[in-house]
């Protein structure tokens, strides 16, 4: 079955650095599209960053650009973001999420109902 598990979580300081990778198994992952969306206690799931599966096409929320990169390897499944400049409000439930588009190479999505399958994300806490 699809499995998608993210890694790298942990309790970092404001202005750190982190990097999150999440590992895919059980399907074809060059033809998902990828994205990381997180949630903080008592808000809504947001996203944060996609990648469409070809890797050309990327989207970062406001509140990730400048800070945040998401980048893929298609040889190992696995998709990354990368966070530096750490902020306290950055600390959420981080969460990957594929989405087939074989034929939509360069697409990047955007809505979490438009994602076929979710890890069980990782915990991302910073302190100020």
């Known amino acids: 079955q699809v499995q998608l598990v993210e890694s790298g979580g942990g309790l970092v300081q404001a202005g750190g650095s982190l990097r999150l990778s999440c590992a895919a198994s059980?399907?074809?992952?060059?033809?998902?599209?990828m994205g990381w969306f997180r949630q903080a206690p008592g808000k809504e799931r947001e996203l944060v960053s996609a990648?469409?599966?070809?890797?050309?096409?990327?989207y970062y929320a406001d509140s990730a650009k400048g800070r945040f990169t998401i980048s893929r390897d298609n040889a190992k499944n696995t998709v990354y973001l990368q966070m530096n400049s750490l902020k306290p409000d950055d600390t959420a439930v981080y969460y990957c999420?594929?989405?087939?588009?074989?034929?939509?190479?360069?697409?990047?999505?955007?809505?979490?109902?438009?994602?076929?399958?979710w890890g069980r994300g990782t915990q991302v806490t910073v302190s100020s």
């Open positions: 999420a594929a989405s087939e588009s074989y034929y939509r190479p360069s697409t990047v999505f955007l809505r979490p109902q438009e994602y076929e399958y």
């Open positions: 059980g399907l074809t992952f060059s033809s998902y599209a």
């Open positions: 990648i469409s599966w070809r890797g050309d096409n990327t």
